[in-house]
Structure formats: structure tokens, C-alpha cells
């Protein structure tokens, strides 16, 4: 098992090592002028100025030398300057990551929490009301644009009812008890969508693990339902469920955009987009590997995850 | 004269000698000194104050004023802003940190005096050094942006005569200099300050900063030391602190005003304006802002069919003028809430000007027997826009619908700043739907999108009219508003008939607020950080 | 008889000793698609989705028949009117029939989340397959290539895409084909690791050492002997796929990266729908329904397709 999770971790070197080299590549394809944007010239150009602001950011070497430098850089933390804000990129993003893993992990948290007891009760109610209601709502979570329902919840939740605040952001650390009152909504609008997933994938995991010999088994050998149920094919049928879910936590990472721009959630996301907007290069370089980086690693863990829960699969 | 010791509180400079000698700062002192010993003076009552909670479209870039347009109508930063003067309510100029001023006969020589005793954010003097250190960072293109650059386009030399008496020598003769130095364009900020600049700005305006959380909050406390004070002596500004919330979504930001997460929001979309205006006065103030921008078409016309020096090219751009149906984009994009335009300003300004000419408005059959005449049927048309702001993109899905009907050739794209800024330089494009701030002096728009050598100009209609030159250069020497406004009344007639720019809209916004934020009055253009009004004399109640 | 029986029965009752192992293999999968189609009425998903599917695909195809108006011929004097005889949906902001704008907006949609599929189909299954059954260098190589652009987050992905390719002067229909590239280029990886772990086991199987010894062309057998496993989890995979990719697009005009204006896009009319959602409702909902019409037609499907096919892959 050590030996295959060395092994795995080793594998990632490359990858991470070919996503830098994609992001770097794409984001120099960006078109739209660095120079231009910094000026914001009116047509009239001073070559000097130009000289010296490429000069500044390093912009008038080749390209590959400007990668080798970035990622140089990098590996010793630094990221460059802002070419927007033109403070240290790291302040950009420190203040940005923690505000999208936080939504993340909550909204996954979530989705496990309502997912898992609903997708077992339609489950092992199967072809009732429960079922069919528990299956329509996850119907409908899955088919609902994101940024349409998280309006609609904001309309409702906020407006209406008057329950939760529409949108804003507190850090968890200086301010928890506001920091989890703005969280309800963002997290339930990630979570339901997820939860909605989820619960299709409890449920038809459910539905094969009952269908399964051993669970007769048990029954035959006078085990009561409920044991039968949550000891035994709980546990199996959980393995996708927590797969997954990590998969769609890593896949999640890089989605909040959305989300971010309507509750006014300052993550990653947003920094990003806003970034790519702005063709401040440095941030969407830094961003978008920091958070490959993230996924990678999530999607390791996962991996591993899954080979110790299910030691049939076996470390092939 | 009294003397007071002030210690600030940023320990950056040691010991200074407050002396009030201006008769503003005499009035205050005394006030100071004498409600500070009596106990139940006027100041014992209700002291107004409170923290303003303000919602707002977008944030700041930025936080260097000098590298980023702080945009006075909607960044809450702007809040922060101090120059060498003011505008008030009316969108006129009006004496600031500069008290006094003369201009030479010849219109090539600004004077200056500056107030004295008024202090940067950390106690450092403003004086006349210090305001020249500014505006010499701001004229190099190393260190700003180019639309403060270009408001100092003129300027020769700038002079600290001495501590209290600036002076500013223009190449050219010009009576709209003032414009120039208000703090919009030019946000004053400390020289000792300026490694700080883009983490913790000091300026020298009513509101400090305090901190910037990129996308979620800014924050802003008075600034006790701001030189302005009421009719009663009392130091202006009255809130306590100013925090500012961007929200993107128009919903979203409208929801937070209801539930009564923020007090006061800027940018309501027009489709909800109309009906927030019937349906909420109850509870809530709101403020038309009749014209933030002046919305227009600009054409193309540095090379191509509609170029200048085509021969067809003015027909067939007046061609174009007449496809657009104002009336239409009045109703679908601002809901009935604006008004259309003949030249740069609307009703509602003191520049309006009612004599402007024009061609023929809307007569789509008038453009087909112009393309039909000079044979150019389904001439392509390149209608672009930007993608940050929804009236510019939509008007351009109107005006591509009109163009079609027309018997042009219509192709429609959204872009980004950075790739439009590249396509103007390339001239490939056919008609930009676009906008312009509003320009309280005139000579800020004419002369820098109409005046043929004006950059704005050059970039992207290369627009060329000598007539209409000459009237906009000797404009910008006259001194007499009204024989300022007959001609830019001609410098428009003749606009609108090269077609050139075809103006379309005033751009409308409504602000809102609870009833609870008292004397907050926006200058009828929109900005809230005015000497007579705004952030200035607002506060809240409770 | 179960179903397991009455199959074998048919399988001994159609060999004969003249038979090549491939005819073998097409009248199995003759039979096997026979009792598909039975299979298919047993499951009421699938039913369902199946003819939700039909249904929506029809009308893509009718469009031209069905619209009653131009989708974008604006009409100023008729703005935001209710339902009516006239206009099916009633009109919308700039005074288009709403009607026809969902017709037109169904048919570009689908044919680019099909089109995106097929890309990704195209690309990822002979990635996978020469990956699984070639091995070695090429292997390694090409799937940390693929993880790389696993690890790329999401929507940003998109994102960079797209606003590179804005630059370029394109009318609609090339806007259209790069979000196909875009999208078809992240469906690629799934596919391609699907593919390639089942071709890793047919490529030990003896039958492709068989093949070898014979004389045959490896890359027949792979071809051959591979695309028939593999066809039942990427088929299942690619329909759910396409209810995925809509609501991308959606997401993607939520962020302003969708198809320009006025070309009829879902995304983008629910999106501009939201201004007017207090006054009038129906603008937004008549779009946002097609959405999750189209989207649960394709997971339906998708999911009963899996019911049917499921057991026979766990057959083998």
C-alpha cells in the first residue's frame, strides 16, 4: 500500500509539471495587450514607456525563458505582482482560496448529509411515495441551472422569508458566528445541487448492494433489516458515494464562479474570472495552478481513499 | 489667533503646529474651544454620524488613485478622494483645498492659493509642493492612467511659488483649465505615502481608508481633520465610517437594500426602477440620475466605407444614422427612463443645448435609397460592444437588428475591454456601441472625441472636420458660457451630419437608500463625494 | 425460463462450426440489441427518458416548421406581452417571439452538445484505446497529459478558451464550433480513461494472443474486439454527457462567454430574463423549462440506458 501511494504521489510531478506549461500557454494566448492594459493608452504610445513597463514585468524576453522564470519563481512562492492591483499576487490569492475551499467543503459536507439518508430510504423504500418524491426532487436538482436556482433561493430565502442574509462573505477564523450566517445560502445552493447527485448515486448503489447475495445471506442467517441494511450494505454502497464525492469536491473547486458572482462570495473563482477579464496574467497563471494543484492532490487522495476502503480493487 | 498642538494619530510626523488662520478654521477653533468647555451646548445634542452601509455594481481596480480611475459615481473609494477643488450639486466648480485663483489675461496662467492648515490623511501638510509632486506623477506616463494624463495635456510647466501659492503655465490659451484640477480627474495623495500607495492609499479627502477586502468590502472612516465644516461650524463629514459592498448581480444588490443589509445602492436595473419607484417610497428614498453617460454609436471611420476620406463614406454613414430608431432603444434597453440625444448633453444639464441640428431621424427606407443609389447593398457591418456593461451590448442587438432592416450586412460581437482596445487600434470594426461618462466641461469631451487630433478621436472614429476643429479650439478660449454653448451648438449640427458619432442616449441610473440616511443628496450626474452634498452632509438616523 | 437461459439457448441454437468469431460476435450483438429494446419497456426511466428524448429531438428537427417567427426580428411595439394566439410564449424584451426563439435556441443547442459529444467520443476513444492496448511510453505520456487537463479547473478552462478565441473575427457559426472544441475538449479525458481501462483488459486477454499468433494485425483485433465492450458504459456516459454540456452552456452565458446576441441561445435569454423576473415571470421560465426538459430527457435516458445495459457488462 506505501509503496503504491509513493508511487502515485511520484506520478503527479509530471502532471502538475504539464499543467503549468498548459496554463502558461493558454493564458499567453490571451488576446489583448499587457502593456495596453497597464496604460490604458489612448492611441498615442511612448515606445520608452513601453520599453520600460516590459522591462518591469519581464514581458520582453522569450516566451519559454519567461516560463522557466515564472515557474522558478513560483516554487520559491512567489507569484509575481498584480499587474491590476499591482500588489503581490499571494495577497490576492491567500485572501481568495480559503474563501472557496470553505464554500466547497461545506457544500459537499452537505450534500452527504442530506444526500446519503434520502438516497438509502428511496432506496430501500423502493417504488413508494418516498422513493418517487426523493427521486424527483433529485430530478430536479440536476436540471436547474445553477445560477437560476441560486436566485430563485436567494429571492425566496432572503427576500421573502426574510431567513438569511442574500449575500456577503465573513471570514471563519476573525468572525465565525457571521462567517457561517452568510454561509447557509451559498452552501445550500452548492450543496443541493451535489446533494441531488449524490442521492441518485446512494440510491442506485443502494439498490445493487441489496440485490447482492450476501445481503440474503444475512436475512437467511436471521439478522434484523435494519443491522442488514446500515452495518453491511450501507458501508459498500458508501464507497462510490465517498468517491465521489471527493471527485465532484475537486471538480467544484474550479465551478464556484458562478455561485461566487451572485452571493458576492470573494473566492477564487471570481478572483480568476476577473482576472482573465483583465488579462492580468500573473494572477490567472497563479490561480488556476494553485488550484490544479489542489485537484490534483484531492483527486490522489480520492484514489487512495477508495483502494483501502475497497481492498477487492486491489493497487493495479 | 490661537495655536493648537495636534499629535496624529499615524505618529508619522512628530510634532506640528496647528494654526488656524483662515477664517473657516477661525470659526471652527472657537466652536471647538468654546462647546468643548460649556456642557450644554448645541454639540451636547443629537451629534450626527453613523456608518453608512453602501452597495455598489462594481469595486475599485485598484487602490494607487493615480493608476486607477476611481470613479466618482460608483466606487465607494471615491469617498476618499480630495483635490485641489470641488464640484457640487449642480456639477459646477467650486473652491476646494485651492481657495483662490486668478487666470492671466492671456488664459496661459493658472494661480493657485491653497488653503492653509489642510492635512493628508497622516498629518502631512498639502501644500503647494506637495500638490505639484502630484500632478508631475500624474503627467508621467510611468506611473498613471491615461485619463488623468490627458487632462494635463496642455500643461507646461507647474511651479510651488511658494508654500501656499501654486502656478500652472499652459502651452496653449485655455479658459477650462479648472476642470483639470478638481479631484476628478486628480485625487491627491501624500508624497511620503507613495511606497504605500497600492496597499494603504493616503489622500487627503473627507473619508480614510482603512482597509480593502478585494470583492467582498472596503472600509473608511471620517477623516477628523477635513477642512470642510458646515454653516455651523461643525467639521464636515458628519458619518462616522462608510463601508462600501460591491454586489455584481442587479437582484442581488436590490435584495440586500429591502432586507436591510445595506443602506444605500447605486445602479438599480431599469427594469426594476420603474416599479421599486411605485411600489417602495414608503420606506426608501431614491435619485434619478438623469444622465451618468451620454450612450453613442461610434463609427469607424479611418478606413473603409465609412471612412472620412471616401467618397461615399459621409452619405453612407449618414445612411446608418438614419437605420437607428432612438425611440425603440429608449423603451427596450432603459425602459422609458431616459431620453434621446442630439448631441452630447441632456435636459437635465446647464450644457443642454436645444438649437443642435440633425438629420433624419429614423427613416430606414430613407438608408435603402442611399445603399440602393450608391450601389452598396449588404455593405458589411461590424457592430461590436463591451462586455462589462449590459446597455452597451444589448443596444448593439438592437442597432444590429436596425442595421439589418436597413439592407446592411450585420455581423454582432461582445468583447472584452483589452480585445476591443485592440481592435480600435486596428480599425476592425464597423460601429461601436458605446458610452461616455459625463463630462462636467464641455472641452473634456469635445476635445478629446471630436477634435480630430484628440486621442479618443484618433483611436477610433478618426473623425476629421476642420470647421468643427477650429470652433472647439477657440471654444476652449472662450470665457462666456453662452457663446461657449452656440458653438458647440454648431461643432453638434455638424456632427450629427458627418455621422461620424451618432449620439443615441442619455444613460440614466436611480440610485436608493432607507429612509434612515438623511441630507444624502448625489449631484444630478451621479458623483457622491460633492462640497454640498453627498457623503459630505449625509448621516444616518438612530 | 430466465432471461440468462432463453439467451444461451438462442446463442447454442445460431452457431455453427462454419461461423467466423466475428459473425459470432454481430448476431450477438443483434441479439443483445433485441432484448435491449424489450429491456428497455421493463425499465420505466428509460421508457421515459426515451421518449422525452425522441420527443425533444424531433422537434429540434421540425424547428423549421414548428417556428412561427423569426427568432430574431425585433419588434418594439410588442414588447413583453403575455401569451397569446399569435405569439405561443409571448414576447420578450426587445419584442421577439419567445415561441420561436426556444425552438431555434433547442435545435442550435442540442446539435452543439451532440457535435461536442461526438468530439469528444472522436478523440478520447482511440486515445484510450491505443493508451490501454499499446502500453508503455505512449501510455505513460498520454495520460498525464490527460490528467493535466483533468487537473485544469472546470469552467475556467472554458473560460480561457473562449476569450481566446473571441479575438478572432467570427460570426456565428464559428462561435459556435469553438465552444464545440471547448466543450468536446474537456468530454475527451473521461472518455479516454474509460476506454482505456477496459482496453487494458481486453489487450490481456488470450484471444488477442490468438489473433497474434495467427498473423492478425493488432491493431484489427483492437479495433475489432475492443469497441463492442466498450460501447455500453461510454454510450451511457455520453448521453448524460449531453444534459451536462447544456447546462454548461447556460452557465457559460450566465458569465457572458455565451453565443452573442441576437442568435436564440437559452443560456442567454434566461439570463437576460432576469431583469424583468418580478414583472414578468414568464419571459424567464419558458427558456429555463427547456433547459431542464432537455437535461432530465438526456439523464433519464442515460440512467435506464445504465439499468439495461449494466447487468449485461456484469455478465461478461
Redesign the interface.
Known amino acids: 500500500m506505501l509503496i503504491y501511494a509513493i508511487n502515485r504521489i511520484i506520478q503527479i510531478i509530471p502532471v502538475i509539471f504539464i499543467l503549468s506549461v498548459l496554463v502558461f500557454g493558454f493564458v499567453h494566448a490571451l488576446p489583448g495587450d499587457v502593456i495596453d492594459t497597464l496604460t490604458a493608452t489612448d492611441g498615442e504610445e511612448d515606445p520608452e514607456v513601453r520599453a520600460a513597463l516590459e522591462e518591469e514585468f519581464g514581458l520582453n524576453k522569450p516566451i519559454y525563458v519567461q516560463y522557466f522564470i515564472w515557474v522558478g519563481n513560483a516554487l520559491q512562492g512567489d507569484f509575481g505582482k498584480s499587474l491590476v492591483t499591482r500588489r503581490p499576487v499571494n495577497i490576492e490569492l491567500i485572501e481568495r482560496i480559503p474563501a472557496t475551499v470553505y464554500l466547497a467543503l461545506v457544500g459537499i459536507g452537505l450534500s452527504i448529509i442530506i444526500a446519503v439518508p434520502l438516497g438509502t430510504l428511496a432506496a430501500v423504500r423502493r417504488n413508494t411515495l418516498t422513493d418517487y418524491s426523493a427521486q424527483i426532487v433529485s430530478l430536479a436538482g440536476i436540471s436547474i441551472p445553477e445560477f437560476w436556482f441560486a436566485i430563485l433561493c436567494i429571492l425566496l430565502f432572503a427576500l421573502q422569508l426574510g431567513w438569511l442574509p442574500s449575500s456577503g462573505y465573513a471570514p471563519l477564523f476573525s468572525e465565525p458566528g457571521k462567517s457561517i450566517w452568510y454561509l447557509i445560502l451559498p452552501a445550500l445552493a452548492v450543496g443541493f445541487r451535489q446533494a441531488a447527485f449524490t442521492t441518485r448515486l446512494t440510491r442506485s448503489s443502494m439498490l445493487d448492494e441489496i440485490s447482492k447475495d450476501y445481503v440474503d445471506t444475512a436475512r437467511s442467517l436471521g439478522l434484523s433489516e435494519r443491522k442488514v441494511i446500515y452495518k453491511y450494505t450501507l458501508r459498500n454502497a458508501m464507497i462510490p458515494t465517498i468517491t465521489i464525492s471527493g471527485l465532484q469536491l475537486a471538480s467544484l473547486l474550479g465551478g464556484t464562479v458562478v455561485l461566487e458572482t451572485i452571493f458576492s462570495w470573494p473566492g477564487i473563482g471570481l478572483a480568476i474570472y476577473s482576472a482573465i477579464q483583465l488579462r492580468d496574467f500573473p494572477v490567472i497563471q497563479a490561480g488556476v495552478l494553485v488550484l490544479g494543484i489542489m485537484v490534483v492532490i484531492i483527486n490522489l487522495l480520492v484514489d487512495l481513499l477508495y483502494r483501502v476502503l475497497n481492498p477487492r480493487v486491489g493497487m493495479g | 489667533m490661537s495655536k493648537f498642538k495636534i499629535s496624529n494619530s499615524f505618529g508619522q510626523q512628530t510634532r506640528r503646529e496647528f494654526l488656524a488662520t483662515s477664517s473657516a478654521g477661525m470659526t471652527a477653533a472657537a466652536a471647538a474651544a468654546a462647546t468643548a468647555s460649556m456642557p450644554g451646548s448645541a454639540f451636547a445634542a443629537k451629534k450626527k454620524g453613523g456608518t453608512l452601509r453602501f452597495s455598489t455594481r462594481s469595486d475599485a ?4 488613485p493615480q ?1 486607477n480611475v476611481i470613479y466618482y459615481v460608483s466606487h465607494p473609494l471615491a469617498a476618499t478622494s480630495g483635490g485641489l477643488l470641488d464640484i457640487d450639486k449642480n456639477m459646477d466648480i467650486v473652491p476646494a483645498i485651492g481657495e483662490e485663483w486668478t487666470i492671466s489675461d492671456d488664459m496661459k496662467t493658472y494661480t493657485f492659493k491653497i488653503r492653509k492648515g489642510v492635512t493628508f490623511h497622516n498629518g502631512a501638510d498639502v501644500d503647494a509642493p506637495a500638490i505639484k509632486w502630484n500632478y508631475d506623477r500624474v503627467r508621467d ?2 506611473t498613471s ?3 488623468h494624463r ?1 487632462f494635463f495635456k496642455l500643461v507646461k510647466e507647474i511651479t510651488a511659488i511658494d508654500k501656499y501659492t501654486l502656478r500652472i503655465d499652459l502651452e496653449l490659451p485655455s479658459a477650462v483649465f479648472l476642470a483639470s484640477v478638481t479631484y476628478y480627474p486628480v485625487n491627491l495623495i501624500a508624497p511620503n505615502s507613495v511606497d504605500q500607495v ?2 494603504h492609499p493616503i489622500g487627503c479627502g473627507p473619508f480614510k481608508f482603512v482597509s480593502w ?5 472596503t472600509e473608511m472612516v471620517r477623516f477628523e481633520n477635513f477642512w470642510q465644516t458646515d454653516a455651523a461650524g461643525n467639521s464636515l463629514p458628519y458619518l462616522d465610517a462608510i463601508e462600501g ?8 444588490r436590490l ?2 437594500l ?2 436591510g ?1 445595506v443602506d444605500l445602492i447605486e445602479n438599480m ?4 426602477a420603474a ?1 421599486f419607484k411605485k411600489t417602495q417610497t414608503a420606506n426608501y428614498n431614491t435619485w434619478d440620475i438623469p444622465q451618468v453617460g451620454c450612450g453613442y454609436l461610434a463609427v469607424q471611420s479611418k478606413t473603409g466605407p465609412f471612412a472620412m476620406d471616401h467618397p461615399n463614406g459621409k452619405l453612407m454613414r449618414q445612411a446608418l444614422s438614419h437605420a437607428i ?1 432612438k ?2 432603444i429608449h ?2 434597453i432603459f425602459n422609458g427612463l431616459s431620453e434621446s440625444l442630439n448631441g452630447f448633453y441632456g435636459t437635465a444639464s446647464s450644457w443642454h443645448m436645444p438649437d443642435i441640428k440633425n438629420i433624419k431621424e429614423y427613416d430606414p427606407e430613407k438608408s435603402k435609397a442611399i445603399l440602393r443609389k450608391l450601389n452598396a447593398m449588404n455593405t458589411p457591418v ?1 457592430v461590436v460592444a463591451r ?2 456593461y449590459s446597455y452597451m ?2 443596444t ?3 442597432v ?2 436596425m442595421l439589418e432592416e436597413a439592407g446592411f450586412k450585420v ?9 476591443l ?2 481592435k ?2 486596428k480599425s ?1 470594426y464597423g460601429v461601436d456601441s458605446t458610452a461616455n461618462s459625463y463630462r462636467f466641461e464641455p472641452d473634456q469631451w469635445y476635445s ?1 472625441n471630436v477634435l480630430s487630433s484628440g ?2 478621436t ?2 477610433r472614429t478618426g473623425y476629421k472636420n476642420e470647421a468643427a476643429d477650429k470652433l472647439i479650439v477657440a471654444a476652449r478660449a472662450t470665457k462666456d458660457k453662452q457663446v461657449r454653448m452656440e458653438m458647440y451648438t454648431d461643432v453638434e449640427s455638424m456632427v450629427n451630419e458627418d455621422a461620424a458619432i451618432i449620439y443615441t442616449h442619455g444613460i440614466p441610473l436611480t440610485s436608493a437608500a432607507t429612509k434612515k440616511l438623511k441630507d444624502y443628496q448625489p449631484a444630478f450626474a451621479g458623483p457622491f463625494n460633492i462640497s454640498n452634498g453627498g457623503v459630505r452632509t449625509a448621516y444616518m438616523e438612530g | 425460463m430466465s432471461d440468462q437461459q432463453l439467451q444461451s439457448r438462442q446463442r447454442v441454437d445460431t452457431i455453427s462450426p462454419d461461423d467466423t468469431p466475428f459473425a459470432i460476435r454481430m448476431r450477438r450483438i443483434r441479439t443483445v440489441s433485441r432484448n435491449a429494446f424489450d429491456e428497455l419497456l421493463k425499465s420505466r426511466t428509460a421508457t421515459i427518458g426515451a421518449i422525452m428524448m425522441i420527443a425533444l429531438i424531433s422537434v429540434c428537427i421540425l424547428t423549421p416548421v414548428l417556428a412561427t417567427h423569426p427568432p430574431t426580428k425585433p419588434n418594439y411595439r410588442i414588447r413583453l406581452q403575455p401569451a397569446s394566439a399569435d405569439h405561443y410564449f409571448g414576447t420578450d424584451k426587445f419584442g421577439r417571439d419567445i415561441y420561436s426563439r426556444v425552438l431555434w435556441g433547442g435545435q442550435r443547442i442540442v446539435l452543439i452538445s451532440i457535435a461536442a459529444v461526438v468530439l469528444g467520443l472522436a478523440l478520447g476513444i482511440p486515445l484510450g484505446v491505443f493508451a490501454g492496448f499499446f502500453g508503455g511510453r505512449f501510455d505513460s505520456i498520454s495520460m498525464r497529459f490527460v490528467d493535466g487537463l483533468i487537473a485544469f479547473p472546470g469552467l475556467l478552462l472554458y473560460l480561457l478558451i473562449i476569450t481566446v478565441a473571441r479575438e478572432w473575427k467570427l460570426e456565428g457559426f464559428w462561435n459556435d464550433l469553438i465552444l464545440v472544441f471547448a466543450l468536446g475538449l474537456n468530454t475527451m479525458p473521461e472518455i479516454a480513461r474509460l476506454t482505456r481501462g477496459t482496453s487494458m483488459v481486453e489487450s490481456k486477454k488470450e484471444y488477442v494472443e490468438a489473433a497474434h499468433v495467427v498473423g492478425e494485425n493488432s491493431m484489427y483485433i483492437a479495433l475489432r474486439e475492443i469497441l463492442p465492450n466498450i460501447v455500453s458504459p461510454l454510450i451511457v456516459n455520453a448521453t448524460v454527457r449531453l444534459g451536462y454540456i447544456i447546462l454548461i452552456i447556460a452557465a457559460l452565458s450566465f458569465l457572458g462567454l455565451g453565443t452573442p446576441p441576437p442568435t436564440p441561445d437559452w443560456g442567454s435569454d434566461l439570463n437576460v430574463a432576469r431583469e424583468h423576473m418580478e414583472s414578468h415571470p414568464m419571459i424567464a421560465v419558458y427558456p429555463g423549462l427547456a433547459i431542464c426538459y432537455s437535461v432530465l430527457a438526456f439523464n433519464l435516458f442515460g440512467d435506464g440506458l445504465r439499468d439495461i445495459l449494466d447487468p449485461r457488462i456484469q455478465e461478461r
Do not use: C, M, W
Not at chain 2, 481596480?61 to 494607487?64: A, E, K
Open positions: 481596480r485598484g487602490l494607487d493608476r506616463p510611468k492612467h491615461s485619463f490627458s497600492d496597499t477586502k478585494r470583492f467582498a468590502k459592498y460591491p454586489k455584481k448581480e442587479d437582484k442581488v435584495t440586500a429591502r432586507t443589509e436595473s431599469y427594469a426594476d416599479n430608431d425611440e425603440a423603451q427596450a461590424a462586455q462589462a451590448h444589448q448593439g442587438e438592437i444590429y437588428s455581423t454582432n460581437e461582445v468583447f472584452d475591454n483589452p480585445v482596445r485592440k480600435y487600434k476592425d478629446v486621442p479618443s484618433k483611436l
